[in-house]
């Protein structure tokens, strides 16, 4: 059997992550200890995001023609792939805070939606918070108006019935 057709598998297996993902992003191990590396692999695999390692070669391949091929600039060096399909935001988010504790820990670059984020980039994007954080202040937002409005609304009826005496009830 030839190397390309033994290749073959991890190439289609690579294809297949990146299909739907809604991000992906190229990071630099090197340097993690291997009690790191599993309490990395454990905070991501819990948020949904796929961690794997995988040659480079076998990832430019697998990106060829795709929006994901811009991370080819990324795949010099040992590289692990940090990939979601639900939350664009997540990986990003988290490698920058597991960085903090791990220094070695090192965000090449990245795709989010579809367009290409340096490492500063990357960086930026971990600042935004996880869509259900961002819809949860979204109804906050909208709730509180209508919260005013109807405590507002309150205090005339308190105000208006709290002076008169209610009538008593005619009989008929």
């Known amino acids: 059997m030839a190397k390309v057709e033994l290749k073959q598998p991890i190439v289609d297996e ?37 961690y794997k390692v995988y040659k480079n070669t076998l990832v430019k391949r697998a990106t060829e023609g795709t929006s994901f091929a811009a991370l080819d600039v990324n795949l010099e060096g040992p590289t692990a792939l940090a990939v979601s399909k639900e939350d664009a935001t997540a990986p990003a988010r988290l490698l920058a805070e597991f960085a903090k504790k791990a220094d070695k820990l090192e965000m090449k670059g990245g795709i989010v939606e579809g367009d290409y984020y340096d490492a500063a980039g990357m960086q930026k994007i971990a600042t935004i918070p996880s869509r259900e954080v961002l819809l949860g202040r979204l109804l906050g937002s909208m709730q509180s108006p209508i919260a005013n409005f109807a405590r507002v609304l309150n205090q005339i009826a308190e105000k208006q019935g709290g002076g008169a005496e209610e009538a008593p009830a005619q009989e008929a």
Request: no cysteine; proline share 0%; charged share 25%.
């Open 14 to 50: 690579i294809s297949a992550l990146l299909d739907g993902a809604a991000s992906a992003v190229a990071v630099d191990y090197r340097g993690l200890t291997v009690a790191q590396d599993t309490e990395l692999r454990k905070t991501l695999r819990e948020a949904g995001v796929t």
